[in-house]
T-cell receptor, first 111, second 116 residues
Framework: SQQGEEDPQALSIQEGENATMNCSYK?????LQWYRQNSGRGLVHLIL?????REKHSGRLRVTLDTSKKSSSLLITASRAADTASYFC???????????FGKGTKLSVIP | DAGVIQSPRHEVTEMGQEVTLRCKPI?????LFWYRQTMMRGLELLIY????????DSGMPEDRFSAKMPNASFSTLKIQPSEPRDSAVYFC??????????????FGSGTRLTVV
């Protein structure tokens, strides 16, 4: 079953704009991770945020986590055409080992 | 490091044939996972190995699927006999340490399987 659900399912923005994707999940988690998948390629790990963390940065990426709302957001600042990809959130449930993925947000960055 | 290596990249086979997918994890990673990705169901975990031992195979669809990890540098996923509904992209992923841990997974490029 899908633990994470991303919103929106698809997002189209102009190069230079910021892109925000949201993820909601259902049960308590150990950590939450974001991955990128370019068309026809494997998934690339972007960032991991632990359940006791509220915000994390990596380059142009900013991830927030609100465990009370069981939600997370991924912000990509100053987007580039190369950011065009599908973005997935994935969670490891508390007491579990299984990394469970949502269905992803398809981001298109128009040059 | 060359990353997680999967072969073949593409496989087209006829219904009823045996299919074997291969994976070489990153050296030193002792957790290995097989996932399947389809449009309808997204990414599904099939099986998880830790230190070459299958820990959980509850995601394996049915007895036609089997997976082995004879050593730390090699794993196979076998489908026998294959059916059209097995058509999907199969990913192998590895990570250091024992799950759950706080490590990201490294995915291979996947094998796109088409069963006709």
């Amino acid at each position: 079953s899908q633990q994470g659900e991303e919103d929106p399912q698809a997002l189209s923005i102009q190069e230079g704009e910021n892109a925000t994707m949201n993820c909601s999940y259902k049960t308590s988690i150990n950590n939450l991770q974001w991955y990128r998948q370019n068309s026809g390629r494997g998934l690339v790990h972007l960032i991991l945020i632990r359940s006791n963390e509220r915000e994390k940065h990596s380059g142009r990426l900013r991830v927030t986590l609100d465990t009370s709302k069981k939600s997370s957001s991924l912000l990509i600042t100053a987007s580039r055409a190369a950011d065009t990809a599908s973005y997935f959130c994935a969670t490891i449930g508390a007491g579990s080992y299984q990394l469970t993925f949502g269905k992803g947000t398809k981001l298109s960055v128009i040059p | 490091d060359a990353g997680v290596i999967q072969s073949p990249r593409h496989e087209v086979t006829e219904m009823g044939q045996e299919v074997t997918l291969r994976c070489k994890p990153i050296s030193g990673h002792n957790s290995l996972f097989w996932y399947r990705q389809t449009m309808m169901r997204g990414l599904e975990l099939l099986i998880y190995f830790n230190n070459n031992v299958p820990i959980d195979d509850s995601g394996m669809p049915e007895d036609r699927f089997s997976a082995k990890m004879p050593n730390a540098s090699f794993s196979t996923l076998k489908i026998q006999p294959s059916e059209p509904r097995d058509s999907a992209v199969y990913f192998c992923a590895s990570r250091p340490g024992q799950a759950p841990g706080n490590y990201g997974y490294t995915f291979g490029s996947g094998t796109r399987l088409t069963v006709v």
